[in-house]
């Protein structure tokens, strides 16, 4: 295991892996966390994002391999000497303090002298836009201004790590939106380099700089949001990301020119040509999975010949300027997000084409996405 250059404040897990008994909460982590970046530590229940914000915390020693903070190994270093600051999803705040207590607490304890806790608490409490709440009792602030507050307490002394485990998933939906567009401004104005915790694909989305994403233990890719939406490494990471889930259409491309069957055969399609091309160059293989996202299947009213698919609008619904349809096909099913200035109608028969330079094709077998 190498370490990293001295100088870089970069935090890496090398081979990090957790195991409870026989549980395997996390497994042969290797991850690279930038400095100053807001990663966002992204994955269903259960795979093993908490373990690993643990670990990088100093909650949990890791069964084996190693965690830097730049070229400082921390790996069974406690967490008071890590230089690491958490907020959760419940508060944790001092109930016999007011606000201001709260948050120069740490700084108390550590010793700092009384004008600085004042000048700090000021700064941060004007970064979280609190200061009006300086001089209240915990008890009188709402669920919003209490995550403020765990925020400003946790930053107010400046951490090398700043790590934020769920921290909005007990906050109503149009404050959680509100509190992550501060999230990104905070992050920009503080510079510290932040993990942020969630199972919710479209806070990751939104706020990261990078996202990893975890399933079962184990890392699945990392990357910027755009380039995970776009070049997902493999089927899991597509459906998972997005904010509509993308149609898996299992597809026998059969000759160049001629018909695809697609799902278990029932319905056929000619494919684009040049799709066609690109999966011939990437795989042997005639039988692969596509990945079609809800936005890049085409819906009219009348048919384009060979390459349209025949479907019946089968329920939609209405997202603002923007409608989402689930189209029936025979027996199978495929949703489709178009404009809302054309709109069909429940029962309506309609022709369904796909718009093949945005199409994902996936090994049939292990999933991977073809890079075509
Ligand atoms: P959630 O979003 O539900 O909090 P998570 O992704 O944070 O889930 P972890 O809490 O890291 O997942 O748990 C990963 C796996 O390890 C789970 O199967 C969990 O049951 C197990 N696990 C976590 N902590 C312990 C523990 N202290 N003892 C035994 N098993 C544990």
Redesign the pocket.
């Known amino acids: 295991m190498q370490q990293p250059e001295t100088g870089s404040n970069n935090i890496r897990l090398n081979h990090v892996a ?1 195991h ?2 026989s ?4 497994k042969d982590l290797e991850l690279e966390i930038e400095d100053k970046e807001l990663l966002v ?1 992204l ?12 670990m990088l915390a100093g909650l ?1 020693e890791p069964t084996s391999g190693e965690i830097w903070f730049g070229s400082r190994q921390v790996t069974n270093v406690p967490a008071e000497q890590r230089d690491v600051a958490m907020v959760f999803q419940t508060f944790a705040l001092y109930p016999h303090l007011n606000v201001r207590g709260n948050i120069g607490f740490g700084l108390k304890t550590r010793g700092t002298s009384k004008d600085v806790i004042a000048q700090r608490v000021s700064e941060i409490s004007h970064l979280l836009h609190i200061e009006e709440l300086l001089d209240r009792k915990i008890t009188e602030l709402s669920g919003g201004q209490r995550q403020r507050v765990s925020i400003a307490k946790a930053l107010v002394r400046k951490p090398f790590l700043f790590l934020l ?2 921290p909005f998933s007990s906050i109503d939906a149009i404050l959680r939106r509100e509190l992550r567009t501060e999230i990104v401004r905070i992050h920009r104005e503080v510079k510290t380099t932040m993990v942020f ?1 969630t ?1 919710d694909q479209e806070e990751a989305m939104s706020i990261a700089d990078r996202v990893a994403v ?1 399933r079962g ?1 184990e890392l699945m890719q990392v990357g910027p949001p755009l380039s995970l939406y776009d070049e997902p490494a493999n089927l899991w990471v597509a459906k998972f990301i997005g904010a509509q889930p993308t149609n898996v259409v299992p597809a026998n491309l059969g000759e160049r020119g001629g018909m695809a069957g697609l799902f278990d055969g029932s319905c056929a399609m000619q494919v684009d040509e040049g799709f066609f091309d690109r999966v011939a160059a990437a795989t042997d293989s005639r039988t692969v999975t596509l990945g079609v996202r809800p936005e890049f299947v085409e819906v009219s009213a009348a048919s384009r010949g060979a390459s349209s698919l025949a479907a019946r609008v089968y329920t939609l619904q209405v997202l603002g300027n923007q409608i989402l349809y689930d189209l029936e096909i025979g027996t199978n099913h495929l949703l489709a997000i178009t404009s809302s200035r054309e709109h069909f109608r429940v029962d309506q028969s309609v022709f369904v084409d796909f718009d093949w330079p945005n199409v994902m094709a996936f090994d049939a077998v292990s999933e991977a996405r073809l890079k075509i």
């Open positions: 957790k409870f008994g549980e395997v909460a996390v530590l994955g269903p229940s259960g795979c093993g994002k908490t373990t690993t914000m643990n949990e485990d769920e915790v199972h975890m233990g």
